[in-house]
């Protein structure tokens, strides 16, 4: 009998594949926020020299680190690398907008699939074109997601 997969419905991801795309996102993350390395390593508590050895991804950085830079740039920082290992961050405290805006970014990912469709195959540049309203569907879905399990957790109280 073999042991099973590890990475079941994923494929096998390298260690340095995860740190490059991490370091992929701090340098966009520095290049968007006007950020210097120290800014980074400020929020990574980290040096300045940590912070660029973790942009050329060269570094394996600690979770509280790691941590650091998802609560600082949520998404932006992390959901790449998380995707390699078939996840994605969301925060908490999503508002609760479940109504209209929900629909028109439903709506609006529809019709570009549609069309995107009527060959019969979704292309990568055609995926690129619908990617903000794929995002911006994720986002509310999340919020559903954060809704439902709030709602399904009955308060508890300890007593000491």
């Excluded at 042991?3 to 290049?31: C, E, F, Q």
Aim: hydrophobic share 45%.
């Amino acid at each position: 009998m073999t042991a099973p997969h590890i990475h079941g419905r994923y494929r096998t991801v390298s260690a340095s594949s995860l740190l490059d795309t991490l370091g992929t996102s701090l340098t966009r993350i520095k290049s968007e926020d006007a950020a210097t390395d120290a800014d980074l390593g400020r929020v990574l508590g980290k040096s300045e020299d940590r912070a660029a050895a973790y942009r050329a991804g060269n570094g394996d950085m600690g979770v509280v680190s790691f941590l650091f830079g998802c609560r600082e740039w949520d998404g932006r920082f992390a959901n790449d690398a998380l995707a390699l290992v078939g996840m994605r961050l969301a925060p908490i405290e999503a508002p609760a907008d479940i109504g209209p805006n929900a629909l028109r970014a439903l709506g609006a990912l529809i019709a570009k699939k549609a069309e995107a469709l009527e060959d019969g195959t979704i292309d990568d540049d055609e995926l690129d074109a619908m990617w903000p309203e794929i995002e911006a569907v994720a986002a509310h879905i999340d919020r559903l997601r954060i809704r439902r399990a709030n709602a399904s957790r009955p308060l508890q109280i300890t007593r000491l």
